[in-house]
C-alpha cells in the first residue's frame, strides 16, 4: 500500500516532533482521527506529562489526551529512533530570533540532523515551524540528501505553516484552515491526505516557498496594522484624544477599513518575530524591506511611550514613579492564555522597575515569571492588594478577572488594553 492509500486508509503511523504550542495539539488532532501518533521532544517533564495523560497546554485539556493514550493511539518519547517505524513526521519546533535579531534555525537543524538518521524511503516529512521563504527547499533537502534520501525519490517533503492562536475560543487547530505546499506533486497530495484527516479545509500551493510566504505575510499584515494602530495611539495622546474611541467610530465605516487595537507592544511567538525573518531574507536578495522595519521600530517604541504615561498619571496624582506601588495586571502577551513568549507586559514591568516602582503582578494562568534580572510570583486579586497599590496596571485582559471588584477598590487604574471600557469612573485612566 502506497503511503497516499495508507494515510486514507487509517493504517499510517504519525510522528510530531516538538510537543509545544503547535506540537501537542496537532498530534492530539490526528490521534483523534484515528492515527496511531508519536510525539518527540527532548524535554522530559513534556514527556513525562503526556505519557501520564496529562497536558501542559491549556487549549488541550487533559480530558482529550488521556483516552488517546489509555489507547494506545498517542505517545510521546525523547528518542529520535522512533522515526524510523513511522509513515510521517512533522516538524514543529521553535524559531526565534538571534540577539543580533536574525533568524535561528538551530532547532529546524538539530531536529532534522536526528531525524535523518533514521529515516527510510517512503515517508513524508513537513515542516511547520515559521521560517524564510526558501527553508525547505535550501536547507532541508540538502540535509536529507546528504543521508541518501532524495525528495520527491525516495520520500516526500513539504512545507505547513502553523496558524496557532493560543487561548481562541472561536478556532482551532482542526477549524483553521491548512495551507500546504509539497516539493511535488505527491508530496501535497500526501500532505493534503494528512492534514484533511483532522482538519477541515486543506489548501494546496504550488510550492514550499509559497507556503512559506503566506505564513509571513499573515504575520507581517498584522504586525504592520498593529504599528499604526500603536503609532495612533501615541499621536491621539499628544492630540489628548481618546484613541479607543477614534477606533470604535471608524470600525462603523462597512467597508475600506478593518480595526487593530493598540496595547502596551507587540508579543507572542509568531508575530514579533517573523517579519524579521522575512526583512532578513530580504537583504539577502538585495531588497530593502522598509515599510517592514518601519513597524517594528514603531512596536518596539510602545513599552517606553507607556512608561511614560504610567509615569504622567501618577505625577498627576502628586506620586513619582519610584517607589510607586504598581499592581499589574496580567502578564502573558494575549488574554485567556499562559504564553509569556515576547510579552510586552514583561518589558513595561521591566521599565517600572528600573526606574524603581515597587512591582507585584495578579495572573491567574501565570504562576511565576522572570522579567528584567528579577523572578516574581503571581498574588491573588484582592480587595486588600488592590486597595495596596498606588495604581492597578492592566496589562493583559484575562476573562478571569474580576473588573467591578478592581474599580471598586483600586486607586486608579490605567488600562492599555480598554478592558475597562464599560466603566464610566474618574478612577480608570485608558493609555
Not at 1 to 26: E, N
Not at 256 to 272: A, T
Not at 282 to 297: K, M
Amino acid at each position: 500500500m502506497d503511503l497516499v492509500a495508507k494515510i486514507k486508509a487509517g493504517q499510517a503511523r504519525a510522528g510530531v516532533v516538538g510537543l509545544g504550542y503547535v506540537g501537542l495539539p496537532l498530534a492530539v488532532e490526528l490521534a483523534e482521527s484515528g492515527l496511531t501518533v508519536v510525539g518527540i521532544d527532548v524535554n522530559q517533564q513534556k514527556v513525562d506529562q503526556l505519557n501520564a495523560g496529562h497536558s501542559y497546554i491549556l487549549d488541550v485539556p487533559s480530558e482529550r489526551v488521556a483516552p488517546l493514550v489509555d489507547s494506545g493511539r498517542l505517545s510521546a518519547t525523547t528518542d529520535f529512533s522512533a522515526v524510523a517505524d513511522l509513515d510521517t513526521i512533522n516538524i514543529c519546533v521553535p524559531t526565534p530570533l538571534r540577539k543580533t535579531r536574525e533568524p535561528d534555525l538551530s532547532f529546524v537543524v538539530d531536529s532534522i540532523k536526528a531525524i535523518a538518521e533514521h529515516m527510510h524511503s517512503g515517508q513524508l516529512l513537513v515542516l511547520e515551524s515559521t521560517t524564510y521563504p526558501g527553508t525547505t527547499e535550501e536547507l532541508v533537502a540538502p540535509m536529507l540528501v546528504e543521508v541518501g534520501l532524495m525528495p520527491g525519490v525516495d520520500v516526500e517533503l513539504a512545507f505547513s505553516p502553523e496558524r496557532t492562536d493560543p487561548g481562541n475560543k472561536s478556532y482551532s487547530t482542526k477549524t483553521i484552515p491548512k495551507v500546504v505546499g509539497g516539493m511535488t506533486e505527491k508530496a501535497n497530495e500526501a500532505a493534503c491526505a494528512l492534514y484533511g484527516r483532522c482538519i477541515d479545509t486543506v489548501v494546496p500551493v504550488s510550492s514550499p516557498k509559497v507556503a512559506e510566504m503566506v505564513k509571513l505575510l499573515e504575520n507581517t499584515f498584522r504586525a504592520v496594522n498593529i504599528a499604526l494602530a500603536n503609532e495612533m495611539a501615541m499621536l491621539c495622546a499628544s492630540f489628548k484624544v481618546d484613541v479607543w474611541e477614534v477606533i470604535d467610530a471608524a470600525a462603523t465605516k462597512p467597508f475600506g477599513f478593518m480595526p487593530f487595537y493598540p496595547g502596551p507592544g507587540l508579543g507572542g511567538h509568531c508575530i514579533p518575530v517573523d517579519p524579521h525573518y522575512l526583512t532578513w531574507k530580504a537583504r539577502a536578495e538585495g531588497f530593502e524591506p522598509r515599510f517592514i522595519e518601519l513597524a517594528g521600530q514603531i512596536n518596539a517604541q510602545k513599552p517606553q511611550f507607556c512608561l511614560g504615561r504610567i509615569s504622567d498619571v501618577l505625577n498627576d496624582r502628586g506620586l513619582p514613579l519610584k517607589g510607586a506601588k504598581i499592581l499589574a495586571l496580567g502578564v502573558a502577551y494575549k488574554r485567556d492564555t499562559n504564553d509569556v513568549r515576547e510579552s510586552p507586559a514583561l518589558d513595561v514591568m521591566t521599565l517600572l522597575t528600573v526606574k524603581g516602582a515597587v512591582i507585584e503582578y495578579s495572573d491567574p494562568l501565570v504562576g511565576s515569571i522572570r522579567f528584567g534580572a528579577g523572578a516574581l510570583d503571581s498574588v491573588a486579586l484582592t480587595p486588600e492588594k488592590i486597595a495596596e497599590a498606588d495604581a492597578v496596571l492592566l496589562l493583559t485582559d484575562h476573562a478571569g478577572f474580576d473588573l467591578a471588584m478592581v474599580e471598586k477598590h483600586a486607586r486608579v487604574v490605567i488600562d492599555t488594553r480598554n478592558a475597562f471600557r464599560a466603566f464610566k469612573s474618574e478612577k480608570i485612566v485608558r493609555i
